[in-house]
């Protein structure tokens, strides 16, 4: 399943990580659509309500578009289908955070929106998901896979070509509600899911679909000239992910620090912040009471091998104090 985000860039710069090929070949931005990056806020930890970044082609918004041609909007996450009835959308009654891959030509709620062509691309930087730990819940982070050191924000001669993280890319539908007494029709999505991969399964038995390089997000979009069932073969488990254990400060949605994906060791804590008196207290408790050791809990980072020195958990290290400096005071405004 897929109940969390983090997605921290500037809406700027999602529109440069999501540069594609037009269907002359041409390197293209998608802009956003108009109004909606001020809608958008960048954040280490959404939770369904909240707005995110999607992708989508649009032909949904401008008729005399190319279905090939792509789009960026702000969406709700939690699908609100057209025909739902109440004046406030948190009414609704069912969870369409996220939608089975299986079941999704048999309930009316997703196989409108699915033959109807409305399919959009979520993105983050990555998810989270949870498992039990020494009896308590173990939050995960879980992205693509950062291999190449080129791609942590480095500065080039072509400053519109983006040498950032690579963002996650999840397969979703969306939906437009309008409020039965007037005002601004709501745009919302639902995110797939399928069956966890061998990767995954031992975190969680569904994951979200993600759809992995551009000739895949292409055709996914392109609801013009790809069917829906050709685009259904689109989603499906895939291996190319990493992972790694994240503190549970991500456990509440209000946090929204860097500290939520920032990679830790299992079996490690922190030392907690004592008064003065405290401290000589639990200092006596420590020279009076035999030592124990910690296990030596391995930290799950990749799903491919990868040396210690290039795996993605420490390019995220090193992303997150890039990201940390004075550069992302600027770009970022957290709500």
């Known amino acids: 399943m897929c109940g969390r985000t983090a997605c921290t860039l500037a809406p700027a710069d999602i529109s440069k990580a999501c540069a594609y090929r037009d269907n002359q070949g041409r390197r293209k931005k998608p802009e956003w659509r108009n109004g909606d990056s001020d809608k958008y806020k960048p954040s280490y930890n959404k939770s369904p309500q909240s707005n995110s970044p999607v992708l989508l082609s649009r032909k949904h918004f401008e008729k005399d578009a190319d279905t090939s041609e792509q789009i960026i909007a702000s969406m709700r996450w939690g699908l609100i289908p057209s025909w739902f009835s109440e004046r406030d959308p948190s009414k609704m009654q069912y969870n369409t955070t996220n939608c089975r891959s299986d079941t999704i030509m048999e309930k009316t709620l997703y196989k409108a929106s699915l033959l109807k062509g409305k399919r959009c691309v979520i993105l983050a930087d990555g998810f989270y998901e949870w498992k039990r730990h020494n009896g308590e819940k173990q939050p995960?982070?879980?992205?693509?896979?950062?291999?190449?050191?080129?791609?942590?924000s480095e500065k080039t001669a072509d400053s519109s070509e983006w040498k950032g993280w690579r963002l996650l890319t999840m397969a979703g539908l969306f939906e437009c509600w309008e409020p039965p007494d007037g005002g601004d029709p709501l745009y919302s999505y639902t995110v797939i899911t399928v069956n966890a991969s061998k990767c995954m399964n031992w975190l969680h038995d569904r994951m979200p679909a993600i759809l992995d390089g551009d000739e895949a997000i292409q055709k996914w979009l392109n609801f013009g000239e790809v069917s829906t069932q050709e685009a259904l073969q689109l989603i499906h488990p895939i291996e190319?992910?990493?992972?790694?254990?994240?503190?549970?400060?991500?456990?509440?949605?209000?946090?929204?620090?860097?500290?939520?994906?920032?990679?830790?060791?299992?079996?490690v804590k922190k030392e907690p912040t004592l008064s003065a008196s405290s401290k000589r207290m639990f200092e006596w408790l420590k020279s009076k009471s035999p030592k124990k050791e910690e296990p030596d809990t391995p930290c799950l980072q990749s799903c491919?091998?990868?040396?210690?020195?290039?795996?993605?958990?420490?390019?995220?290290?090193?992303?997150?104090?890039?990201?940390?400096?004075?550069?992302?005071?600027?770009?970022?405004?957290?709500?």
Not at 240 to 266: D, G, M, Q, W, Y
């Open 140 to 152: 995960y982070y879980i992205y693509f896979p950062q291999t190449k050191e080129e791609k942590m």
């Open 240 to 267: 190319n992910i990493a992972f790694h254990p994240v503190a549970t400060i991500v456990n509440n949605s209000r946090n929204n620090t860097p500290e939520c994906i920032e990679p830790i060791k299992l079996g």
């Open 304 to 335: 491919s091998a990868e040396s210690p020195k290039k795996t993605s958990a420490g390019l995220m290290r090193q992303w997150l104090k890039t990201e940390e400096g004075a550069c992302m005071e600027k770009r970022l405004k957290f709500n």
